[in-house]
């Protein structure tokens, strides 16, 4: 406390991130970082930014990456709004886009960052409760509301909504903004980007940080319409006029161009998940299915909290929340078939 | 406009940074970059965070850095903020630390993306006129008032005041928060770091994208008592958990350990600021002294639009403001001697 703070920072609730630990020889399964490299080709190319051209702004607007990621997703440069990270690019959408009279609506289990972002710009908001299969109802979202969000799929469960019933909640809500949250969409699931160019209510977030193995970079992104783009553009100008550094401007660029490391490392955690997802089940836990890089598990003997605690002691980090409903799940992130190895062995141990 | 945007989107009035023209073969003397490069140690560092530890997060922290930073300016790590560019740093520092409910007073000529955050942040400012010789008067800032803000030296006057002057102020104000941004200090003024043991009311904000050349990595700093370090940190837990990714840490970390390399930069530029300072007064410039590494310069019988669009035309880039009081100035980055060289001889031309 101190009189030299805002009324905001006396009432904030600051978000607390998956611990970072500086030990070596862990096997860190709790941040959702993904367990191969990024490309070469990034890597090269940040290795390339290392340079005099250092001492230069890099481009503001980053129309290089930008151009990138439309041709990707098949949109226009207009269509892409880039941040430090999706986190920065999410704090950006909850000031621009997400803050009306009417309260906002996302679920009462999902990622935790969005009641924090809801403190920081005073945002309205009402959690909609999961179904009891931990499942998103997108006809609980049809009401009165100023502006929708939920990850597709949802953290920290996994559980994957099919792009129809995301349709049917655009039209529905054709007035307000809906923001999917497709951090973890690279896993197994549909992506609702097809949906942008019949749907102007519709913004679409992606990240470098899971399936393109760049969290060290800090590289996020949106998809949307303009008008949509443009909101976000003017609070970021209003911001930080630079966001994105040169190396990391550069490292996105050459992932998104090497299309075969970035399929073959989706397809090897998938792969692993489904594997992992099998020997859990087989220890007696319960594994809701899941189309992200992460499973959700719960043993119906063991708290969740005496689990965590168990594996940490095994030097095996996972994430725990001390939250109503999940308190007895562990959010897995999914690591090489090694790591997970001994995470199935470390159970077996403790169950 | 669109429907979608918030009320705030609706209101704002973005800054807009200089021009970063993606032509080759220009003098560019428009955005304070410095002519020298970073230094070798900080470059190898970049290059050294270009491998597979890019798909882990960074420190959110910045715990090595914070250090580093702390040691280089004899104060404790908990006195350290850092930010992705001193731009985030400032933008925290107004929503957590500037805005009360008496306002917030700040120069008319100064950094012309202060009032962009007041936008940003709903904070209620006093713009308060510099004096005839574009100076800041301090005794300008005793009245009543919820925090003080200013570049020292100013930006875009390059007029430095002596730390003496603002301990003063820190005593006559010792109840709200005094922000000295001091992104141009390196260049010839004291530091008023040394105030911060006396006063913990002082915030003082640097960058490492003028004197340490590394505007293309983004990372700014504050420094100050721990209570207001605090409260940056709440708001930036609130907004982004990991604004500095690890190409940043690293390479920032090494800048501060070259001393020598920054010490030789920033005497270089000082030197060619004094010349050039010299050769535009023999062309009939007024030029204010400057502890930065620009001038701010005009001619008594070209206008300033003028001037810079003949410049232009030389494919050479000065910053002009449309703005009263200033419209016929050109605050001119200092280049190379080479650079300042063609700077010099074009405004022969054309004067």
């Keep these: 406390m101190s009189q030299f703070w805002s009324d905001l920072v006396h009432r904030l609730t600051p978000y607390v991130p998956g611990e970072q630990p500086k030990m070596d020889k862990l096997v860190k399964l709790n941040t959702n970082e993904s367990p191969y490299g990024p490309s070469p080709l990034a890597i090269a190319a940040v290795a390339a930014a290392a340079g005099n051209d250092l001492r230069r702004y890099p481009d503001p607007n980053a129309d290089a990456l930008k151009r990138t990621l439309a041709d990707y997703h098949g949109l226009a440069p207009d269509q892409v709004f880039v941040g430090n990270g999706s986190d920065e690019v999410l704090a950006h ?9 009417a309260p906002l609506l996302f679920p009462d289990i999902t990622y935790s960052f969005y009641p924090v972002y809801c403190g920081l710009y005073d945002v309205a908001f009402r959690a909609v409760p999961l179904d009891a299969q931990f499942g998103i109802d997108l006809d609980d979202y049809t009401g009165a509301a100023g502006a929708i969000i939920f990850p597709n799929p949802n953290a920290p469960t996994g559980c994957l909504l099919p792009t129809a019933d995301i ?6 809500q054709a007035g307000i903004p809906v923001l999917v949250d497709e951090a973890y969409i690279d896993y197994g699931g549909d992506s609702a980007v097809a949906l942008i160019a019949r749907h102007p209510n519709l913004l679409v977030t992606r990240t470098f940080s899971k399936s393109r193995a760049l969290a060290g970079l800090r590289v ?42 970035f399929r073959s490392s989706c397809a090897k955690v998938i792969a692993t998940r489904e594997a992992l997802r099998a020997a859990l089940t087989g220890l007696g836990f319960e594994v809701p299915p899941s189309a992200a890089n992460f499973i959700f598990a719960r043993h119906p003997a063991h708290a969740g909290a005496d ?45």
């Excluded at 959408?93 to 009279?101: C, E, I, Q, T």
């Excluded at 909101?231 to 550094?245: A, D, H």
């Excluded at 959010?331 to 470390?346: F, H, K, N, P, S």
């Design 220 to 261: 996020g992104y949106a998809l949307g319409h303009p008008a949509l783009i443009e909101g976000l553009e003017r609070i970021k100008n209003s911001f930080n006029s630079y966001p994105l550094g040169r190396p990391a401007q550069a490292g996105a660029i050459a992932s998104v161009a090497d299309e075969a490391h």
């Design 167 to 172: 349709a049917r909640l655009l039209d529905a």
């Design 307 to 351: 689990l965590a605690a168990a594996l940490r002691a095994r030097a095996i980090i996972v994430r725990h929340f001390r939250q109503p409903r999940i308190e007895d799940f562990l959010r897995i992130t999914i690591g090489t078939d090694e790591e997970c190895r001994q995470l199935v062995d470390a159970l077996k141990a403790i169950v």
């Design 93 to 101: 959408a909850f000031a621009g886009l997400l803050k009306h009279d």
